[in-house]
């Protein structure tokens, strides 16, 4: 289908598709078996100024947005969505900076992180605070001119590589998720240390670390928005991010459902290609049928959240449950098609089924999404009768 992408974004798109091929693809498996950070890629992109494509032009970006984003991720995920996710990830972290930074804030990191010579992180779910996020309980309590923290925040991807995180915390624990605030920590800061890094079922070439926090002290300029906004920014962020958590669901299906073609093609029993049978070409039909409908939602989600449009809580939930949910069934598709092949670790198959799990449970579970859609509609019922 024709997405009408301008001459930039189609040259954002070849580029990233180009890495994904040429550089990504070779380490994949590799990467996936060590579980090592990709380094290298991370490099490359940041050389190819793929970085650059969502910040502001301002601030050294090239000003595309979550769109141009999005974009990256999906090819680079083709490939591999544990690698893609170390450059999604710093846009997750880096959103919060773009919505709410001061221009102090802006002018300090945004530079580095469009050049891809620092990467950010976000800071938001704990032990006991995953979908309900407003239970969390690391505090950052105000003293003189600082906040000391204390607590740990679990699961935080690009934790240890990155060097600017988002930290929701609570700076008056009395007032509950109303008096949490976002602040922005760098690594170093004395009191601030890494957990241990978990050792994932997917998404392995990615970094999950905890952030330990003990009487970690920072600057009261450190401050993202105001204190007791800490649950809003948080939920905006998601509300911006969520969209990428599609391209990259979108990615890893586009790229199951390619190499299972192929192999159909290739594939010989009762001496024909096993494409030539149409209980797997229905299969085949119907993959890329809901692929190409996850594009479409997640393209124009994307493009409402870049275009300013107000509240996008409800469609960037959209396009991460339809995104994510297609991931899934098209990478287990993609695994029967393969047969027995597509069980072994020869076979990239089982990868991306284990890569694609993870879309339906991070950046707020399936379930929470459909929360969000249905309170979503049925608040605009109760207005619409007002
Ligand atoms: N944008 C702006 N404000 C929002 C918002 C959004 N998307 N979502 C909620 N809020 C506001 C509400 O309006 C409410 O404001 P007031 O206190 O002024 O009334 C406040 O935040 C609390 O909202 P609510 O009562 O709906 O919060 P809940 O505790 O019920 O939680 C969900 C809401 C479940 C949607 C939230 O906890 C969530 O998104 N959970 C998933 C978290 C997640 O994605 N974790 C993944 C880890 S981060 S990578």
Same mark, same amino acid.
């Given at each position: ?11 954002? *798109? ?12 070779? !380490? ?18 940041? =050389? ?27 090819? @680079? ?5 544990? !690698? ?98 976002? @602040? ?151 695994? =029967? ?19 694609? *799990?993870?879309?339906? !449970? ?25």
């Amino acid at each position: 289908m024709n997405y009408f992408l301008t001459d930039d974004q189609k040259m954002i *798109k070849d580029l990233a598709a180009q890495i994904a091929r040429e550089k990504i693809a070779p !380490i994949a498996a590799e990467l996936d078996e060590t579980g090592e950070f990709p380094h290298e890629i991370v490099k490359v992109l940041a =050389q190819s100024d793929l970085f650059r494509v969502f910040i502001p032009t301002e601030y050294e970006g090239l000003g595309g947005g979550m769109f141009d984003m999005c974009l990256v991720v999906e090819e @680079l995920s083709k490939a591999c969505g544990g !690698i893609a996710l170390a450059y999604a990830a710093s846009g997750l972290g880096t959103i919060p900076i773009i919505l709410f930074g001061t221009e102090e804030q802006k002018k300090k990191y945004l530079p580095r992180l469009a050049s891809g010579e620092i990467l950010a992180a976000f800071g938001l779910t704990e032990s006991g605070a995953g979908s309900d996020a407003a239970s969390i309980k690391t505090t950052a309590k105000p003293d003189g001119d600082s906040y000391v923290l204390n607590g740990t925040k679990q699961w935080i991807t690009n934790g240890g590589e990155a060097s600017i995180y988002t930290v929701i915390a609570l700076t008056d624990p009395a007032r509950g998720v109303r008096g949490s605030s976002a @602040l922005l920590v760098e690594k170093g800061t004395p009191g601030f240390d890494f957990g241990k890094k978990e050792n994932k079922m997917g998404i392995r070439a990615s970094v999950t670390r905890e952030l330990v926090f003990q009487d970690c002290r920072v600057p009261k300029s450190s401050i993202l928005s105001k204190e007791g906004m800490g649950f809003l920014v948080a939920m905006r962020t998601l509300d911006q991010s969520r969209p990428g958590v599609a391209a990259q669901a979108l990615g890893i299906a586009q790229g199951a459902l390619d190499k299972a073609v192929e192999y159909s093609r290739e594939r010989h029993q009762f001496g024909k290609p096993i494409s030539s049978f149409q209980g797997l070409q229905f299969m085949m039909a119907d993959m890329a049928t809901q692929v190409e409908a996850a594009r479409a939602l997640t393209y124009s989600v994307a493009r409402a959240v870049d275009a300013g449009e107000k509240d996008v809580s409800r469609m960037s939930a959209m396009a991460k449950v339809f995104a994510s949910d297609t991931a899934m069934r098209v990478t287990t598709d993609a695994v =029967q098609i393969f047969g027995g092949y597509g069980y072994m670790k020869d076979y990239p198959m089982e990868k991306m089924m284990r890569d694609a *799990k993870i879309t339906q !449970i991070y950046e707020g579970t399936n379930q929470i999404q459909r929360e969000v859609i249905a309170l979503g509609l049925i608040k605009e019922s109760v207005r619409g009768k007002k």
